[in-house]
Every structure is written in C-alpha cells, then in structure tokens.
C-alpha cells in the first residue's frame, strides 16, 4: 500500500473516532437531559433568565454564558449540551492526536473510553461551574496535544498563535468560572506554550504570559463594569468557619465586633458543635442576615486577621482535619437528576437516570477509593514525580502537577468534601495514567529538516496491518 493508501485508513480511523464520539456524546445528552441542576444551577439559571438580579455568589461569566446560550436557542437544555459538545470534542482531538502519534486503535479508543468512565461521567451532564473548569482545563490539554502533534512539521508562526490563544480561552474560561483553577491552570498552560515552541525564548514565555493574563482579567473586567453583578462578599464564608471552629465560645462572646455579629457567631459556634458541622457555617449552622454576608464581612475579615496569628496551631489542626475528611471521606460522588423546584423543570428520562444512578453508585459502593481524595492526590503526585520518558512525559507531568496543585489549593479555603472538588484531578488522573502506559517506550519525533512542508503532520508511527507490515511497504 502506498503513501496515498496509508493516508486515507488514517484519515478513516479519525472519522471514525468522530462517529464514536458523537454517539457518545449523544448519549450524554439524553442521559442528562435536560441537564441535572442543584440548588447552586438553580440559582445561576434564574438569573441567565433575568429573573434574579445577577450576583457573584457564583461565577456570573457561567450565568451569562447561559444567558447567551437561552438567546441563541431559546433553551435552557442548551448549556448541558454545550458541556457534553466539549467534552467529548476534547476527548476526540485528544483521541485523535493519539492515533497519530503512537498508530495505536486501541489506546485512541482508550482516550474516548475515558469520558463513560464512572467517575468522569458522573457529572459531566451536571450545570455546575466545577464541572465547567474541568472542560475547560481538559480542552485545553487538547489544543496542546494539537500543537505537540504538529511539531514535526513545523506550523507557520500563525498557526501557532491561533492555538495559543484556543487554549488560552480555554485556561481563562476555567479561571473565571472557578478562582482556584488558576493553580490547576499554570501547568496546562506550561505545556500548551511548550508544545506549541519547541525551546521558547524569553519573549515568546512574556508574549504568551501576557495573552493569558489579558484573557483572564479583560472579560473580568467587562463582566464587572458592564454586568455589574451584585457583590455578596462570598470569600467571607471562609473567615466564618474559622473563626467559629478555630475561636471558643468564650473567645467568640469577648470578640470586638458589633453586637449582633457577636451573638451570631456564638449561637453559630455552638451550632455547629451540636450537629457536628465541620464546615460551611454560613448555610449549616449561621443565623443568615437579609443582606447575607455583605454586612458582616468587613466585620469577619477584620476579626480573622486580628485573630488567626494568635492561634496558628488551632487553625492548622482545623485545616488539616477538613482537608483530611476531603481525602479520605469524599462523599457526594453523584448528583441525582434535578433538585424539586418552582420553575416545573423535571428530569427527561427518569429510567436514564436511574440507570446512570445505578452505574455510578454501585462502581461508588464496589471500589469506593476510586471515589476518594487521597487516590486521586497520589495518582496527580505519582504522575509529577514519575511521568516516565516516552513520547507523553511532558503532558503526563504536567497534568500531574495541575491534579495536585488544585487538590492542594484546597487546604485553606475548603468548604465541603465534595467529590466534585477532585472532579478535574480525576479526570486528570485518568489521562495521565493512561497516555503513561501508552507513551511507554516510545520517544518524540525528531525536528524536520528547514525545507519540511509548513504546518504538515509527520507521525511518529505508520499503523501496521493485520500481519504486522507496514502500509508502506
């Protein structure tokens, strides 16, 4: 078979990877459909509708996103299909760069295997921003793997950019739609500059710098000068449950803070102490304000600093024993259908649900470390420290160091031992392990001679036939 022969069964094997994906994809969106909201998607959908005034609570570029999404199609289903579209739109570029890289059927399929896996598609239908940065960080891996299977045949300066700024959306979304995926962020980024410039100079590291940097505070901007979402102080949710878990009740009733804030934060201390809330006072055991914490969190802000310094051993034992419950007690692995509501939003197909339900759950119940913290923290540490030296080192390191830096960036601010704050370090994970044993052995393309075709692909393999000879040949 010759050269032209070789090309067409590998432009075959991509469109067939494409059909798959889209199969799957099809069915995220009628498993999910129209798309499982909590309370938190709840909110963030009344105000896309303009019903309740925009708020940062949470993220309002998720809001609005959704607000632009309901203009365009005139449904609200919409945002869930979108997320299902970039999810395995991701997998497929990835499962693609894969086949090309390392002429392997099986470890490309492997790649689009990875989104039916229990604790991938557990939320992947789920309007949550958590879910949203992991997309988002796993898209822009992807454009990353475009540039790494470019490399060899040398792509022209614009091409180059082009993906550099894909993939800085990507990173920006995820940024804006979560705070702390910036840790996550960095490494991404890292590799996607790496793949992209093969020994990037200095000026190219602060051109690229600077497009993410205006990438994430241009739209932040935007969105506050324009939207003007209401501010709610938010971030003092953290304040709150130190000073209320760190501080005794005698400490607490001594504090110089207005009276009224002082007679919460002792009923709130004992609160939490008598049902045992570790965390998340604002909603489990704190008498709430009408105006919530925007009265209160100067108050609290100025109350935490004055304090904490003075009971560092306190405060890290409290830390610590939250973060430990994240890694070893992970609970809320599933996110059943849609929470009861007065907009007459209900799931599509209750059977697809109780499907998926069973799926989840039961692989939950049978292998619960799969589910857990700690698993996930030593696969990203594992990953960083060993990522092997084929052909995926790089990518498999840097998704390590991302996974563990998001799990990490947690010990100070965690609210809750959701699975779905391990969600991107999951997936991560699962990439990483597996793109590990593929890339085994194998090493990278050399660099084309000046006169290579600009912007040509050269794998690194030709795929084999059924008995072993090259098409080629």
Known sequence: MGQTGWVSRVRRWVWALAVVAAVCCLGTVLVFAPGYLSPDSLDQLRQARGTTPLTDWHPPVLSLV??????????????????????????????????????????????????????VLTFAGVVWKDVHAAFALLAAVAVAFVGLRLRGGRPRPAVRWGLLWLGVLFLAYAVLVRKNAFLAAIPVFVLLVLALWLGPGRRTWVRCTAALAAAVLVPAAAISLFARPLQTHQEAQIALDDLVHVLTVDELRSADVPTGLRDRLVAAARECDRAGALSDAYWACYERPADGLRGDSDD??????????????????????LFA?????????????????????????????????????????????????????????????????????????????????????????????????????????????????????????????????????????????????????
Not at 74 to 99: D, H, P, R, T, Y
Not at 378 to 389: E, F, N, Q, T, Y
């Open 300 to 321: 609290l802000t100025s109350l935490w600093l004055r304090e904490m310094g003075g009971h560092v051993p306190r405060y890290v034992q409290y830390r610590l024993v």
């Open 325 to 473: 419950s994240l890694l070893f007690e992970t609970g809320y692995q599933y996110k059943a259908g849609i929470t009861r509501n007065d907009l007459g939003i209900t799931v599509a197909h209750p059977r697809l649900e109780d499907m998926l339900g069973t799926y989840v759950e039961g692989m939950a119940e049978d292998v619960p470390w799969l589910f857990r913290g700690w698993f996930w923290l030593a696969v990203a540490l594992l990953l960083a420290i060993r990522p092997g030296k084929g052909l995926f080192s790089m990518p498999v390191r840097a998704l390590g160091v991302s996974s563990a830096a998001y799990i990490l960036g947690y010990l100070p601010i965690m609210p809750a031992t959701d699975f779905r704050y391990v969600y991107w370090p999951a997936i991560a994970g699962s990439l990483g392990l597996l793109l590990l044993w593929l890339g085994r052995g194998e090493t990278p393309p050399p660099p084309t001679s000046p006169g290579a075709t600009a912007g040509r692909t050269v794998p690194v393999h030709r795929p084999t036939d059924a008995e072993g000879r090259s098409p080629a040949s």
């Open 66 to 119: 959704w607000r632009a999404l309901i203009a365009v199609t005139g449904s609200f289903a919409s945002m869930a299909v979108l997320q299902s579209l970039v999810l395995w739109g991701a997998l497929w570029v990835l499962a693609w760069c894969v086949w090309e890289l390392t002429a392997s059927r099986a470890g490309s399929l492997a790649v689009l295997g990875l989104g039916l896996l229990p604790w």
